[in-house]
């Protein structure tokens, strides 16, 4: 077993981790907030101790940490994250993996769906090349399982009889990242490393240190509800004044409007009816000062129909989530010019954009560890059409490991 844990590629890795159903649960309390995630958890544990890496499992908070000594260099603690749960905005259970051979055809995955160069035209990069593929029923789960695989590979790689120097490397694998949980319970100093990456992006090349500003919001609209053939003049219809606020936002500063530096408010949930229902937004800009004018905005809009209405009835409760990482990063500005170095080394062109969403490293990074993040591979996360191009998996623990060598001081 500990053999084959030690030759594997991360191939293999990844199509094991991603049979554990592990979508994280916004609706529970515990950490991690499925059992999926725990399973999962205690698996990279006994692969690590198997591989020879010191694993450190915080069983009450469900984060494991790794660590991996120095080889014949100095340097800081280089540290690598992803975390292990899956978006629970698709079906997550049952994962079914398909290998196919993309040739610019349309892929049929089942379930009516498609993947076509035509709605995504970014597939044809892939001619000739295979890929991962969903079924059709569940999305794949390349979000982060592509990014623990690869780094478990990485580990495999440093921990080899022939590994090159480098400086002491941290792993450490996170649950709840999907609902915003993924730092809640992280120790730096368990963690132990200087500074660090995540491995959490997208399409291969991308380098990320700059992010959404973001906040939740959630707004309450009390109605009276009274029988409709009696309600002139009494009923207050709460969803017909949702409907009402809604409208009184930019409508064209929404997800599907918006591309990269451009915010957004984005509503992703409404309930009720006519006594009492609830908006739920995510506010999104990566410019602070516009950010903290978006806020706002929701406030003025139910402001405005409190006005209208003659009293208090909507009213808007707003939680920060994180905020832009750039400005933490910029005074360490090595760490993207090293991954810069290392894609490069590695045959890959870099693509330095913002990230239109955030990672565990946006909250590292505010936290005290500048954590940009880098490229799983994948593609279309979150839903059924997602997919991860094989020879992306299988470069970046090349990439990794090119950045951790680049990072060490031979001594």
Not at 52 to 59: H, I, L, P, V, Y
Not at 180 to 198: E, M, N, V
Not at 326 to 342: G, Q, T, W
Request: charge should be negative.
């Amino acid at each position: 077993m500990e053999q084959s844990f030690k030759s594997e590629t991360a191939l293999t890795r990844f199509l094991r981790y991603v049979s554990f159903g592990t979508a994280s649960d916004p609706n529970s309390a515990a950490s991690p907030s499925t059992p999926g995630q725990f399973a999962l958890l205690r698996q990279l544990e006994t692969e690590l101790w198997a591989l020879g890496a010191a694993a450190d499992f915080d069983r009450a908070h469900g984060v494991l940490y790794a660590s991996i000594p120095e080889k014949g260099a100095a340097g800081p603690a280089l540290g690598f994250i992803a975390h292990v749960d899956t978006s629970p905005d698709a079906p997550g259970e049952g994962v079914r993996p398909q290998i196919v051979r993309y040739t610019g055809a349309p892929v049929a995955l089942g379930q009516g769906l498609t993947l076509s160069e035509e709605e995504f035209p970014e597939l044809a990069a892939y001619r000739g090349s295979e890929l991962i593929t969903t079924d059709g029923s569940t999305l794949l789960g390349a979000d982060d399982k592509a990014g623990v695989a690869e780094i478990m590979t990485l580990a495999a790689a440093l921990l080899a009889p022939d590994a090159p120097p480098h400086c002491a490397v941290k792993l450490a694998f996170t649950p709840d990242e999907e609902i915003g949980r993924g730092t809640s319970h992280f120790d730096l100093a368990r963690f132990g490393a200087d500074f660090a990456y995540t491995v959490d992006g997208s399409r291969l090349g991308e380098i990320q240190y700059e992010n959404f500003n973001a906040a939740g919001a959630r707004v309450t609209i009390r109605g009276k509800s009274v029988h409709p053939g009696s309600a002139k003049g009494v009923m207050v219809n709460a969803a017909a004044l949702a409907l009402e606020f809604h409208a009184l936002l930019p409508k064209e500063e929404t997800p599907e409007r918006t591309e990269g530096y451009e915010g957004f408010f984005h509503l992703h949930g409404i309930a009720g009816g006519c006594e009492t229902c609830t908006l739920d937004y995510l506010v999104r800009d990566h410019d602070r000062v516009a950010f903290e004018r978006r806020k706002e905005q929701l406030k003025e809009a139910a402001a405005t129909l409190n006005r209208r209405l003659g009293e208090e009835r909507v009213t808007v409760e707003l939680q920060d989530s994180y905020y832009n990482m750039k400005e933490k990063i910029m005074p360490h500005f090595h760490l993207v010019e090293d991954a810069c170095a290392a894609f490069r080394a590695c045959g890959v062109e870099p693509v330095v954009e913002p990230i239109r969403g955030g990672t565990d490293g946006a909250m590292l990074s505010y936290q005290g560890l500048p954590c940009p993040n880098l490229s799983t591979g994948g593609h279309n996360f979150h839903g059924r059409l997602e997919y991860l191009p094989l020879p992306s998996l299988l470069k970046m623990p090349e990439v990794l490991l090119e950045l951790v060598t680049r990072s060490s001081h031979v001594l």
